[in-house]
């Protein structure tokens, strides 16, 4: 009798289980990868707070499946089948950071900085420059500016005449009450009236010495060679003027009614007569250059003729000049050299001001103003302007010329500047440290040529300025650093610049609130705020972190949701495997 063979009841039962190993692994693998987002959406909840934060967000993909038929295609008597493929779980394909832009807020502070756009902040680690988006930036107490982790923010610096250099990137500095800067003045403006219906400057004051000779003999003085200290009065041949040489000839002249500034002229053996008379020219400050000659054919300045030296003066009321008697003095005495006037003073219709210029250095430098009528006809007024300043100076030993120039404003027949030429004035600054010549123009086509009231000019502005001190900063929109002084003065301290990469997604985070080039981010492209789609700045206000919570918290119930279903998945398997194994029992 043949037997039964009994089957092996343990074998099936342990291809099973096999079977649902696979499911085991698969639901492990689910609670990794739910794991994974629950961390990723825990982060971003924790950052909501934090300045300029870029949340991530957890992409998922399918792995490889396990195929159990490749189906059959159809024929003549059959439709055909499908495959049947049994997955094996979920990967993470992707952990993919969210560069949008993040709420941008105000604050009150000048240095925080928010990007509109895709740019990033450089500043610079130990290992090189690191990129972040948060700009809450402050002043270190070497007053650089410096993000919170102290890492240098980057910028173009400036040269030392404040424009930007853009081909170097370092650390800007912004030494607030340090840095000190003055302003030299480059351009003023005049107000006021001059009125057409005064008279015209016809002559301006003639003074004249005594007739002088050069010995006791009587000889004439003809020659401006001649040495000063021969010089004598005609009607006192035998005295010398000018004696106690060398000696220090001090002149106090008077003009339009006003005490110059005492000038002196170091006297020596070889001083001349051209060198006294170019001194006393300097000291009542004659213009001559482009200043039309009078009637009476004597040009404006110091000549010798006749044997006298005789000073012309400009024309108008305010620009005559007197030498009054014992305002030439020398070794403690008056020289008996007067220069009287000879024939009326100077006329037209003129005004006079004072205004104050300054130098590159902010030293204030007065500057004295006169203006007489000089011509007219039926449909226009000329008036001559003249300047003149104490605080020029050529460096010249002897050289006290106070002279600045002259020039011309024409007004047209309603009262309006027709014209106004050569109106570029200049003080020599040699002798002190500030840059010389100064130049500035002078513009005077906010006066009026009509007045009722008479002539009267005034300053309007002048861009110069005394010293100051860096108190406050602003940065604009294309990240230049414009410092504020005290005096009123704005200089540029340096330029903030952007990075931005093609795959922002590449950057690795750097730790704190910084990232750091990656193999996919491609290299950085530095440029202005503003250029090449960096964006642009706002100053005195921050970036806040783009974590949207609601949705987080959304997203956190169903990645919580998908752990609890994989863990009820091993837990059903584990029961089944212990329903197989007691089969066996």
């Given at each position: ?438 130049v500035f123009e002078v513009d005077m086509s906010a006066i009026s040529g009509i007045s009722s009231s008479g002539s009267n000019l005034n300053l309007k502005s002048q861009d110069g300025s005394s010293p100051g001190v860096l108190t406050s900063f602003v940065i604009d929109e294309q990240g230049v650093i414009n410092g504020v002084f005290d005096n009123g003065v704005i200089r540029t301290l340096g330029q903030v610049v952007l990075a931005r990469f093609t795959n922002p997604g590449g950057l690795l985070q750097d730790g704190g609130d910084t990232f750091r080039e990656g193999v996919s981010s491609g290299e950085p492209l530095v440029s202005t705020p503003g250029t090449f789609g960096a964006g642009t700045i706002r100053a005195g206000a921050i970036e806040l972190s783009n974590t949207d919570i609601g949705r987080s918290l959304v997203d956190l119930i169903v990645a919580s949701t998908n752990y609890r279903g994989n863990a009820r998945v091993i837990d059903s398997t584990n029961r089944l495997v212990d329903e197989l194994l007691l089969l066996g029992r």
């Amino acid at each position: 009798m043949i037997g039964l063979v009994e089957p092996n009841c343990h074998a099936r039962p342990w291809g099973v289980i096999m079977g649902l190993t696979s499911a085991l692994n698969t639901s492990l693998n689910g609670l990794s990868l739910n794991e994974t987002a629950i961390d990723v959406l825990s982060n971003n909840i924790a950052n909501a707070g934090t300045n300029a934060f870029k949340s991530s967000q957890v992409q998922f993909s399918t792995q490889l499946a396990r195929t159990l038929s490749f189906g059959s295609r159809p024929t003549a008597t059959n439709g055909g089948t499908n495959a049947k493929q049994i997955g094996l779980g979920a990967t993470v394909a992707a952990i993919i950071p969210d560069f949008s832009q993040g709420s941008i807020t105000n604050t009150t502070t000048p240095s925080d900085l928010a990007i509109q756009g895709d740019g990033f902040f450089i500043v610079e680690s130990q290992e090189g420059n690191v990129y972040t988006r948060n700009g809450t930036f402050r002043l270190n107490s070497e007053n650089v500016l410096t993000n919170s982790q102290g890492l240098r923010v980057q910028a173009y610096g400036v040269d030392d005449d404040f424009n930007i250099i853009n081909t170097e990137l370092k650390g800007v500095q912004i030494p607030l009450g340090e840095l000190s800067i003055a302003e030299a003045t480059e351009n003023v403006v005049m107000s006021g009236a001059l009125s057409p219906q005064g008279e015209i400057g016809t002559h301006g004051t003639l003074l004249e010495t005594a007739p002088l000779v050069i010995d006791g003999a009587g000889t004439a003085l003809t020659s401006t060679a001649t040495l000063l200290s021969d010089v004598r009065l005609a009607s006192d041949p035998a005295t010398q003027l000018f004696t106690g040489i060398p000696a220090d000839l001090e002149l106090t002249a008077v003009k339009g009614g006003r005490t110059l500034d005492t000038k002196t002229l170091a006297v020596t053996a070889t001083t001349t007569v051209q060198d006294y008379m170019d001194f006393l020219d300097q000291t009542l400050g004659l213009q001559s250059n482009g200043v039309p000659t009078d009637a009476d054919g004597i040009a404006v300045g110091v000549d010798l003729s006749g044997g006298m030296i005789r000073a012309k003066g400009n024309r108008g009321s305010v620009n005559d000049i007197s030498v009054p008697v014992g305002s030439m003095v020398m070794n403690g005495g008056v020289v008996g050299l007067d220069v009287p006037r000879n024939g009326e003073a100077a006329d037209g219709e003129s005004t006079f001001t004072t205004f104050v210029v300054f130098d590159s250095l902010g030293e204030a430098l007065t500057v004295r103003m006169s203006a007489y009528k000089e011509a007219e006809t039926t449909s226009s007024t000329t008036f001559r302007y003249i300047l003149e300043s104490d605080n020029n100076s050529s460096g010249i030993p002897g050289d006290v010329d106070i002279a600045l120039g002259s020039s011309t404003v024409v007004f047209d027949s309603v009262g309006n500047v027709a014209d106004q030429p050569n109106n570029s004035f200049s003080i020599d600054r040699n002798g002190s440290a500030a840059v010389s010549p100064m130049v500035f123009e002078v513009d005077m086509s906010a006066i009026s040529g009509i007045s009722s009231s008479g002539s009267n000019l005034n300053l309007k502005s002048q861009d110069g300025s005394s010293p100051g001190v860096l108190t406050s900063f602003v940065i604009d929109e294309q990240g230049v650093i414009n410092g504020v002084f005290d005096n009123g003065v704005i200089r540029t301290l340096g330029q903030v610049v952007l990075a931005r990469f093609t795959n922002p997604g590449g950057l690795l985070q750097d730790g704190g609130d910084t990232f750091r080039e990656g193999v996919s981010s491609g290299e950085p492209l530095v440029s202005t705020p503003g250029t090449f789609g960096a964006g642009t700045i706002r100053a005195g206000a921050i970036e806040l972190s783009n974590t949207d919570i609601g949705r987080s918290l959304v997203d956190l119930i169903v990645a919580s949701t998908n752990y609890r279903g994989n863990a009820r998945v091993i837990d059903s398997t584990n029961r089944l495997v212990d329903e197989l194994l007691l089969l066996g029992r």
